[in-house]
């Protein structure tokens, strides 16, 4: 029920995501740069609404805070329609933001508390198979609704639709005790970074993808929903790998399919290749926060679990809304591939941190050790 309610919360910011960079430019009249500041907006208080939620979690409970986040996303959405103005647009931006953050926190929490402890890494790719169902099937959502006033509406709708799933839904009392006053337990620092540097990827292919093929002539409208439907084959199928072989392997792998998939759509050959490149782009991204949110839970108290993953997953947003405004400025300068090539030299800066530091838990702790410890132990 955790996952279907995330699936369908996450169709509505999925049929977004390809409607709002070419509304912003091509219709609003938005400039390359205002376009990425728009499009990372939502990130930078999407960090703010997971430590928010990763608090009111722990202390209220998942399922308020999930109801929380997901009514910012119905307001937002009526904030998105275009007869209010891009003002508006950008308040809706913030309140997306914040909703997402409190959603999937909320989410992220409450799917750990129910997984054994030796298959939190595979509950943790089943709840994402979940959100990138939406997000893969929110795109053609929004292609077919065609205008960013009806796919605004659709959020909304999503989004009450989801808050009457989770109302029904009953969250059974956690063994919590005193919740730490922390906002960012140590163990979180490293991953936090690793996750933050794959992510940006996230950026030039939500917020430059299309852009970049309607400028080739390409024309491949559904680049970025086979993006989204490799995440979610991934997260499906593979989410369970750091659980039997360790993180550190599966980071790795992640890692070289991300650049091998950059790579590919740097280089453009022409447009069959667009599809495949975003499919293996997608296939890598699916392997680094499985392997990373499962290394961060195995190293904090279960009072301290939600407020933990919060915290991981405001490094994402951090670096997506730092990553957001400057690949805006270099695509305007450079062109559409720039931040392309951003998003690859990140990945490389996190394959060698995978190489050469542990999880960060201790700062002695070597590359081989970067595994998820045994069920029931932390440090």
């Not at 891009?86 to 926190?105: C, K, N, S």
């Not at 929490?109 to 893969?136: C, E, F, K, M």
């Not at 939600?306 to 991981?312: C, E, F, N, Q, W």
Request: glycine letters at 12%.
């Amino acid at each position: 029920r955790i996952v279907g309610a995330a699936f369908v919360g996450m169709l509505g910011f999925g049929a977004v995501i390809p409607m709002l960079p070419v509304y912003l430019h091509e219709q609003a009249g938005a400039s390359t740069f205002l376009t990425g500041l728009l499009v990372g907006l939502s990130s930078a208080f999407a960090l703010l609404g997971r430590l928010l939620a990763g608090k009111t979690a722990d202390r209220k409970g998942r399922r308020i805070a999930l109801l929380l986040g997901m009514a910012f996303c119905a307001v937002a959405g009526v904030l998105y329609l275009p007869m209010f103005g891009l003002a508006a647009m950008a308040a809706g931006r913030v309140l997306h933001g914040l909703g997402e953050g409190f959603f999937v926190t909320a989410a992220v929490a409450w799917a750990v508390d129910v997984a054994p402890d030796n298959r939190r890494a595979q509950t943790l790719g089943y709840l994402s198979s979940g959100i990138w169902g939406g997000v893969s099937i929110g795109p053609a959502i929004g292609q077919a609704l065609g205008t960013m006033a009806s796919v605004a509406l659709f959020l909304t709708a999503s989004s009450i639709v989801v808050m009457a799933i989770v109302f029904v839904i009953d969250e059974h009392p956690r063994p919590h005790g005193h919740v730490s006053s922390r906002w960012f337990p140590p163990p979180v620092l490293l991953p936090g970074i690793m996750l933050g540097l794959g992510n940006v990827t996230y950026v030039a292919m939500a917020g430059f993808l299309i852009l970049l093929l309607h400028h080739r002539g390409h024309g491949t409208a559904w680049a970025f929903s086979a993006f989204a439907v490799a995440v979610l084959f991934g997260r499906a199928f593979f989410g369970g790998l750091p659980d039997r072989m360790g993180p550190r392997r599966s980071l790795l792998a992640g890692y070289v399919l991300l650049a091998l998939g950059l790579i590919a759509i740097v280089a453009g050959l022409s447009w069959q290749f667009d599809v495949p490149a975003a499919l293996l782009v997608g296939l890598g991204y699916s392997f680094p926060w499985p392997a990373l949110a499962s290394v961060v839970v195995s190293q904090v108290p279960v009072s301290e679990r939600a407020t933990a993953l919060g915290a991981l997953n405001a490094f994402y947003d951090l670096f997506v809304a730092g990553s957001s405004a400057v690949a805006g400025a270099a695509a305007g300068r450079w062109g559409f591939t720039a931040p392309f090539w951003i998003a690859l030299g990140c990945v490389a800066v996190a394959t060698v941190m995978v190489l050469t530091l542990g999880t960060g838990t201790k700062s002695h702790a070597p590359a081989e050790s970067f595994r998820t410890e045994p069920a029931g132990t932390r440090r």
